[in-house]
């Protein structure tokens, strides 16, 4: 037999999934406290700024004013500051929420640190808001070329995320 479901009910829930968010994660070899801290103290020194950041070069620090509504921006060579985002959610060792303004239309991070052992944190990156942009600024090339369409926000959150890794394995005790 055939189904005589109409189309539409078939269909409407996939609507709702044509810009999904981006989810990536990663494992640390670190406690929860140690790796949300790296993760904001020490952002400017780990973070791919080539080619993660409006300023490239020019970035001498990236700051995170550990609050809600605080900003996250880059201060560059000249004393020029640009906003990446401002912290919606602050709730430190487990998660912030920040907007995203590197994109042609703010959209949301979270960033979730779930302690899975004594030294062993789940970092989960969820970048959402894809819905406020259009098929061209979601084809737009960002830090890499393919904009959110063609998998550049992917690629960049594992290398970001990979990064993070690194330093909070590399900076101070894991346990």
């Not at 109409?6 to 269909?11: G, I, N, Q, S």
């Not at 973070?47 to 001498?60: E, I, T």
Request: glycine share 10%; proline share 8%; net charge negative.
């Amino acid at each position: 037999m055939t189904s005589t479901t109409p189309r539409a009910d078939v269909t409407a829930g996939v609507t709702g999934l044509r810009r999904p968010p981006i989810r990536q994660s990663t494992m640390v070899r670190s406690t929860r406290e140690h790796t949300f801290d790296v993760f904001v103290s020490t952002i400017g020194q780990w973070w791919p700024l080539q080619p993660y950041s409006a300023g490239k070069d020019r970035v001498r620090a990236v700051h995170v004013e550990p609050r809600v509504e605080g900003r996250v921006y880059e201060r560059w060579d000249d004393g020029t500051e640009c906003d990446w985002g401002h912290l919606l959610a602050w709730e430190p060792p487990e998660r912030l929420v920040m907007t995203w303004n590197m994109t042609p239309a703010p959209t949301e991070v979270e960033l979730t640190f779930t302690a899975l052992g004594p030294a062993l944190t789940r970092v989960a990156v969820e970048h959402r808001g894809w819905e406020a942009m259009s098929d061209a600024q979601l084809g737009e090339d960002c830090a890499r070329p393919g904009g959110y369409l063609g998998g550049a926000f992917v690629r960049g959150w594992t290398e970001v995320l990979g990064r993070l890794t690194e330093a909070a394995e590399g900076l101070g005790p894991p346990a």
